[in-house]
């Protein structure tokens, strides 16, 4: 695709305020059922209300737009985990639990996006890598903690911290991403996910038998 420069406008709320407006319009397109790879740029221009020329002012191209559809959901969910401390007050599975609730929220929110990344990153070597990028964040983030945990003694020693970590990671957002798919997408089903994808973590990973 060819290089396009893009020049900032001089007002930035007003920036913000048009790039809100594609971002809303893309979004909108894709609840009701548009798949990201047939939206063209004109569609989802005319959608926001906006130049086609002012589309490119904002972002470099789709693939930069779907970046910046995922990056709040990502930021959401990455950091509602993050909140949990495996040795905090209360029953910890019960706070993981609720913290795989919340998630299971927001990628609820986001699962039109989520099947965009899945599309577009199965050609798209640059929204492959981005999100590939996001899930080694946590994955380093769960290597700390599990290390820590290994460290009190509250993690059997034996554990494979690295192996286990990306499996839980990875393997969890896989099943996240399928659960609220449009296919098996099921709200009533949501509890026992969350109750089960929490234990098979705190049982299987943080607190396994020695």
């Known amino acids: 695709m060819p290089s396009i420069t893009r020049r900032r406008p001089s ?54 737009l779907l970046m910046r559809l995922a990056g709040t959901m990502r930021e959401s969910s990455f950091g509602r985990t993050g909140d949990w401390n495996p040795s905090g007050p209360g029953d910890p599975l019960a706070v993981l639990t609720e913290v795989f609730a919340d998630i299971i929220r927001i990628y609820r929110t986001y699962a039109p996006v989520l099947a965009a990344i899945s599309e577009v990153a199965a050609y798209d070597e640059v929204v492959r890598e981005y999100w590939a990028a996001g899930l ?14 290994q460290q009190a003694g509250r993690t059997p020693a034996s554990l494979d911290v690295e192996t286990a970590s990306r499996l839980i990671v990875h393997g969890g957002d896989r099943f996240l991403a399928d659960h609220v798919s449009t296919t098996t997408a099921d709200p009533a089903t949501d509890a026992a996910a969350a109750r089960e994808l929490a234990a098979t973590w705190w049982y299987g990973v943080y607190r396994r038998p020695a």
């Open 11 to 64: 007002n930035p709320d007003g920036r913000a305020a048009v790039e809100a407006r594609v971002l809303a319009a893309t979004e909108r397109l894709l609840q009701q059922g548009a798949r990201f790879t047939d939206l063209g740029v004109q569609r989802i221009a005319a959608e926001a209300g906006v130049a086609r020329s002012t589309f490119y002012t904002h972002f470099r191209d789709k693939s930069e």
């Open 136 to 149: 080694e964040q946590f994955v380093t983030r769960t290597v700390k903690a599990l290390r820590a945990e």
